[in-house]
């Protein structure tokens, strides 16, 4: 997500301006809680993707995905709140490929996310960077709501990531709360500081599932950059290893990559 997401919460949907996208969204929020109800969901698993896109490679790589996160170390409860998350997918037109997707938190557990129509372009690798990326968004998200709300058990995952405190004695002086109140670019470094290593590690597990490893480990790497770019850990990345990650990206969601 590139330039969507803002702290407090406010709908994001009028930015695509797609009534149509409205109308789902609509008939899906007054369906969630029946839907819930159903017991649809394994108990078992903490990562559920909704797919409502038209996304033609999107259901094979959710499936994989999913196998892939929920196995994965952001299943621990450091990460979540006990019941984990479910997240629709939508697609939308937008008229280019600056922004991905953007992320709402619509419930404790249910999160809708709204994929660019650009990322039909996209390989699969791609799209499950993306859907990585907002996944934690939502855990961000997750781990601050709950706190703010006096979740003990959210606040001490949020104290063991071991973020600088200006107070002590005041939990919402960590950094946590302070770049996450800062828009963006504040929710981005922390994704770089405190995922980064394990949305690798959930990529490279997707990709073993959905077809072969990686034959080159530093894609992977190179890929989990996207929407990363302007952090401070890619700013001190050299020049020409910046330029290897953009181009890697590039191709990746199917954009060109001669020079305009």
Known sequence: MNSLFIIPLISLFNFFGSQDNDAILTELQSSNQSWTNQNAIDPSEYYHFINASSLKHLPLVIKDLNAALNKSKFKDGDFLNGLGFVIYLFDVDCKSFKTSAAVQKISDTIYHVKLNRYNSRATDKALAVTLIHETMHCVLL??????????????????????????????????????????????????????????????????????????????????????????????KLRDEEKEDIELTIRRAKGIATDPD
């Open 142 to 235: 997750d781990l601050y709501t709950r706190a703010r709300l006096g979740d003990n058990k959210a606040a001490a995952s949020i104290l063991n990531f071991g973020l600088p405190r200006n107070d002590t004695s005041n939990l919402y002086n960590n950094d946590f709360f302070v770049l996450m109140n800062s828009g963006e670019p504040g929710q981005h470094e922390l994704i770089h500081q405190l995922f980064y290593p394990q949305m690798v590690a959930v990529l490279k597990d997707f990709e073993s599932i959905h077809y072969r490893a990686f034959s080159d480990h530093y894609k992977a790497e190179y890929l989990m950059w996207s929407g990363l770019q302007f952090t401070n850990g890619f700013k």
